[in-house]
């Protein structure tokens, strides 16, 4: 919501672009049937737009509206995302306009009681986290998608329907110009927490619905602090509650705070009672300076995912096949690894890279990281905003133990935003027991400083044999001679990294596209490594 | 005791206070500690965590 007498999308620092329906003149000389059909062009499906692009793979993307979505919305973007940008080459505005950070700080009653760090050195490309608002996330994602011309957009342009035919499905367009159908062999929806396309398929969101909510208000002001996360705990502005601040660009705070179980939303969302709660947290933490409302809503927690993300030829990406709760601010990054993990895979099946069968290993892969996300974001919430005596008792406990007693503080160090392993997924190998140490198999990629560059920008564009030996590097290149989808690295052993991979002369770990480990062998051979890798993409026959 | 170790007892006893209710959870607690005291059995370094935990209480308002 915006102040009085400003519009949904009359934002103090941002201009909403306007995007014309299509044309009906020139649209009725393109061809309604594409290999993908991607509903909604939110942050995840511009993802899966372009991560499908990255494969040649040619998409149409469909938005009901004309703009992007109002307000801020996620403003924390996390490190694994920012790989994920890169690897769609859309990371550079993200880094020139995001604010990197890496420390947060806990306020009890008033009083510091502790600073965490999230882990980050010169070994990391990228920091553990950057705050950026989402019209922006989906602003840059934009430019890139305007410019790749293997995706087209089709804005102001509602999926009504959708029914199964024998070789994909067949979706009802509406624009303001009527109706027309479009013939896709795949369809990813990307439709958002509220999604059609779920419902028209008789789907539906399962799990806990978590009573907690927030409201979220961003205002702007020149305040004098560095772009470090503040929780304030039991703050005067809010006694018993907890305040979240983070600091974003153009001179934008994000202020959080949690409704009391009796406040009614309908009342906490109202200007004046946004405006008053804000000023008291300001007084919390000394500002006095000037400032103003940009934008404010309300979020509530939910732990809610379908059974399956899959229906047939229709792939559920991001906030259409869960929602999560506030605490690990998941909810765009885990669409965002979502629409990466379907936009490799489907374009590898598409391009006969890969067998069908590598499809199937999405629902699992990706159900596992949301539920992952569930737990980690309830161990939060039950710290954040405890709601019984005795969660409260023990956060209170540890808080004050904090002052003194650093173990106790990181009982309050939210949990740190790693990427999920894939470890019992069909697109991973089993696991080599004779590793001690090392990233596991689904991990994703540890990062390391090469000379003047990191492991990271040597990977290949398909799956990376990393080695440790020249000879083992070169017969694996000799085996797979006739395939560019893979790519051999030989790295020095003994080095900083052989040790960070906890490898030997011999071992070879296999990279999928997605940086995760597909798999792992302490002692390889080039037959085994290529066997692996044919497994792992469900491939029959010869390279 | 790793993270995950004491992540599980800050459950555990949290379930556990809200298990005896408000009303109980203060001798419930003092038992714990003599318990975990005897079972310590190193008087000085009890005597030491006493003073540890009461220092820098927070005072409601
Ligand atoms: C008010 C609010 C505050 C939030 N705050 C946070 C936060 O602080 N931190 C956090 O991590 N996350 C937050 N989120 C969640 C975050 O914004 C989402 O996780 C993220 O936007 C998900 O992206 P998406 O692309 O899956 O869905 P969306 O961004 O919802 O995009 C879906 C798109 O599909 C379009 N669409 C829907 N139906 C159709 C149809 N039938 N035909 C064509 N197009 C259609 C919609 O118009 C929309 O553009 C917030 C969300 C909201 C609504």
């Given at each position: 919501m915006r102040p009085n007498g400003r519009s949904e999308n009359e934002s103090l620092y941002f201009t909403y672009p306007h995007f014309d329906a299509p044309d009906p003149a020139e649209r009725s000389k393109q061809?309604?049937?594409?290999?993908v059909a991607i509903v909604g062009a939110g942050p995840i499906g511009m993802t899966a737009a372009l991560a499908l692009a990255k494969e040649g793979i040619r998409s149409v993307v469909f938005d009901?509206?004309?703009?992007?979505?109002?307000?801020?919305?996620?403003i924390c973007v996390a490190r694994p995302s920012y790989y994920i940008l890169e690897q769609l080459g859309a990371v550079a505005p993200f880094l020139e306009k995001g604010l990197g950070w890496t420390t947060g700080r806990s306020f009890f009653r008033g009083e510091k009681i502790l600073e965490f760090k999230m882990p980050d050195g010169p070994?990391?490309?990228?920091?553990p986290m950057y705050n950026l608002q989402q019209q922006y996330i989906e602003q840059f994602l934009w430019q890139a998608v305007e410019a790749n011309d293997l995706i087209e957009t089709r804005w102001?342009?509602?999926?009504t329907g959708i029914e199964d035919t024998s070789d994909g499905a067949r979706l009802n367009v509406q624009d303001p110009s009527g109706d027309y159908g479009f013939a896709a062999h795949w369809v990813l929806a990307?439709?958002?927490?509220?999604s059609q396309l779920r419902t028209m398929r008789g789907h539906r969101l399962k799990g806990e619905n978590f009573e907690g909510r927030y409201v979220i208000a961003d205002v702007q002001m020149d305040h004098d602090y560095p772009t470090i996360r503040r929780a304030l705990f039991d703050p005067d502005s809010r006694p018993g509650g907890t305040v979240l601040i983070h600091k974003q660009p153009d001179n934008i705070w994000r202020i959080d705070y949690q409704l009391e179980d009796g406040e009614s939303t309908e009342d906490a969302l109202r200007e004046e009672k946004v405006r008053e709660s804000v000023t008291s947290v300001l007084k919390d933490i000394d500002y006095t300076g000037s400032w103003e409302l940009e934008w404010w809503s309300v979020y509530s927690a939910n732990t809610l995912a379908m059974?399956?993300?899959?229906?047939g030829r229709v792939f559920f990406v991001g906030d259409s096949a869960h929602i999560v709760p506030?605490?690990?601010?998941?909810?765009l990054n885990n669409g965002l690894a979502d629409a990466a993990n379907i936009g490799w895979k489907l374009g590898w099946v598409l391009n006969g890279?890969?067998?069908?069968?590598?499809?199937?290993?999405y629902s699992p892969e990706r159900r596992g990281a949301t539920f992952d996300v569930f737990a980690n974001a309830s161990k939060s919430a039950r710290f954040m905003t405890p709601n019984s005596h005795g969660w409260r008792l023990m956060r209170d406990a540890t808080l004050s133990l904090a002052l003194t007693h650093p173990f106790a503080g990181e009982l309050a160090?939210?949990?740190?935003m790693t990427a999920f392993t894939?470890?019992?997924?069909?697109a991973t190998l089993a696991e080599?027991?004779?590793?001690?140490?090392?990233p596991g198999v689904g991990a994703l990629m540890p990062e390391s400083q090469m000379?003047?560059?990191?492991?990271s920008d040597r990977l290949g564009k398909g799956f990376t044999a990393l080695c440790f030996d020249e000879d083992l590097a070169q017969q694996i290149v000799t085996a797979c001679?006739?395939?560019?989808s893979l790519t051999v690295l030989s790295l020095a052993h003994p080095s900083a990294v052989s040790d960070k991979f906890a490898a030997d002369a011999r071992s070879v770990y296999l990279v999928r596209p997605d940086m995760h480990i597909a798999g792992r062998w302490h002692e390889a051979t080039a037959e085994v490594v290529i066997e692996g890798y044919h497994s792992v993409t469900f491939r029959k026959g010869v390279l | 005791m790793n993270h995950a170790d004491l992540e599980n007892i800050y459950a555990a006893l949290a379930r556990k206070i809200d298990e005896v209710g408000e009303a109980q959870s203060e001798l419930f607690l003092a038992k714990l500690v003599l318990l975990l005291a005897h079972n310590n059995g190193d008087a000085e370094e009890v005597l030491e965590c006493i003073d540890g935990a009461s220092a820098s209480l927070v005072t409601n308002n």
């Open positions: 061809k309604d049937v594409a290999p009901n509206k004309a703009t992007f979505n109002d307000g801020s919305r996620a070994d990391e490309k990228f920091r102001q342009s509602e999926i990307c439709d958002g927490a509220r059974d399956d993300y899959r229906d506030i605490f690990g601010v998941r909810g890279k890969a067998g069908e069968a590598l499809l199937d290993s160090n939210p949990r740190q894939y470890s019992e997924s069909p080599d027991p004779s590793f001690i140490g090392g000379d003047g560059d990191f492991l001679a006739s395939d560019n | -």
